[in-house]
């Protein structure tokens, strides 16, 4: 039987427009579901750069008006790669009229927007994309904690370090906005850490952050950092920063538990730092695995073992997970349900900076 076509709309042009286009159009080649998403129309607000993307990654149309392309008939899934501060309203026309939505990450700019948000999506597939997930050392780090391989947890102890925030000669963008981004790293890189942590190792009760902005004039957190307490018992520690000179993209996380301890970082996405508390004392070490097969997360989606992958391909896996749920009825996670969990840590967070204090996640 033929595959059911999937008539996808994508708003957005920017870096996550061309990552989720590739997940698109690779998916097919690595995961075997019967759905065969089809590029019908990218949206986005310059006509000039739209063309050209369009021509590149294959999109049948493009439009400058997304909301047209919400309403039209045969799209079946809109996804919402535009500046976080358009996410709800996108997502929610996308709801209204009856789509799949999927969303890029921070779902939303506060807890109310992601709250409608989730509300609106409630009982029909959605999906966010919260990619690192889907490295398969990161899936691989989940599965070593399920089977009791990390044991208690005490410490988790994640960082999200670039550099750009630095860069005087870089143009400013919407990032840099908060009129637009709703939030520096916070949104954008703290999201990512809290998200793999809620994965990892479970809901996180209270938080005691700080927020800083190292550039005059900006209205934007360059740097957000925490302390964590975990319902699991276990306290973590989180930085995010655009200003960790020497950094290109170093999103890392170290668990410590009473039988071993995972290390990781994207930078070297790979590899996975194991170490076996069990082991022989005068054998013990840490195990760099890498996590390409036999045996491990998307290794029978990719290539051989020891053949790597990269950054695009957690997005592949992300989207091949989505079309599996999708066409058995299984739910997929994260939805808009999760990402609304990390948007509760991000206000708890937002709370705690502003009043000085230690904050409850609500
Ligand atoms: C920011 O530089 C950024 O592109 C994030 O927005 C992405 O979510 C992250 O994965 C990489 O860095």
Redesign the pocket.
Known sequence: MADKPLNIAIIGQG??GRAHSNAYRQVKHFFDVPLEPRLKVICGRNPENLARIAATWGWEETSTDWRAVVERPDIDVVDVAAPNSLHAEMALAAAMAGKIVLC??PLAVSVEEGERMAEAVRGAPNMVWF??RRAPAIAFTRRLVEEGRIGQVFHYRAT?L?E?GNDPTRPPGW?LRRSEAGSGVLG??L??LIDTALYLNGPIREVSAMMHTFAAGRDVDDATLLLARFANGSVGTFEAT?YAVGCR?R?AFEIHGSRGMARFNLEDLNRLEFFDAGDARNLQGGRNLLVTGPDHPYATNFWKPGHIIG?EHTFIAALGDFLGCLSSGAGFHPDFDDALGVQRVLAAVERSASERRWCTVE
């Open positions: 870096f996550m890029e990450k990619n690192y999200y670039q750009w990032k954008d890189l999201s990512h655009r993209n999103n950054y």
